[in-house]
Structures are given as structure tokens and as C-alpha cells.
């Protein structure tokens, strides 16, 4: 399996309450994105902080073996990952007027 399959599958046991959690409100969110946006964001905000954690262990370790060319693509296939399991997750931030 490719490390950052690993990583993701990693971080999502690890962090299991808080991906739960976020799953939910991702739902709903797909359904009436205005109606849930601050929550979406707040908690979207926790799960971003999460993600960068776990793409900077992955990417160091790649920059660490000196392998760092390779680490801005390792970091879009663990991005791409991400979006196929919360595809909304770049709308975290979005504020309606």
C-alpha cells in the first residue's frame, strides 16, 4: 500500500470521533451548504488542522530521505484521497453573505 493510503488510514483511525463527526456535518452540508456553513467551518477547521499534521509527517519523511522532489506529489495524492472522501472539504472558510 502507498504511504499516503497509509497516512490517510492513519490519521482517520486516529482521529475516529473527530472524521465521524465531520462526516456528518459534511453531509448535511452537501445537502443546504448556507443553512450549515459556520458549523461546517468550525469543525472543518478542526479537521484541516489534523490533515496538515499528518501531510507534514508524510511529506518529511520523503524530504528526510531525500526525496523532496517527490514530496509536493506525494502531498496531492494524500489531498486527493481527502477530496474523494469528503469532496466539500475545500469549501471549509466559505462565508455567505
Not at 488542522?49 to 496531492?76: P, R, W
Request: glycine letters at 8%; proline letters at 3%.
Amino acid at each position: 500500500m502507498p504511504k499516503y493510503k497509509e497516512y490517510f488510514k492513519r490519521m482517520i483511525s486516529e482521529n475516529r470521533q473527530l472524521f465521524d463527526e465531520f462526516g456528518e456535518v459534511h453531509l448535511r452540508y452537501m445537502q443546504d451548504p448556507k443553512k450549515i456553513q459556520k458549523e461546517f467551518n468550525a469543525k472543518g477547521q478542526e479537521v484541516l488542522d489534523v490533515i496538515h499534521k499528518y501531510e507534514n509527517m508524510l511529506c518529511a519523511q520523503s524530504e528526510g530521505g531525500g526525496y523532496g522532489k517527490f514530496s509536493t506529489k506525494l502531498a496531492d495524492k494524500f489531498h486527493e484521497i481527502i477530496k474523494i472522501n469528503f469532496p466539500r472539504i475545500d469549501s471549509i472558510g466559505i462565508i455567505w453573505e
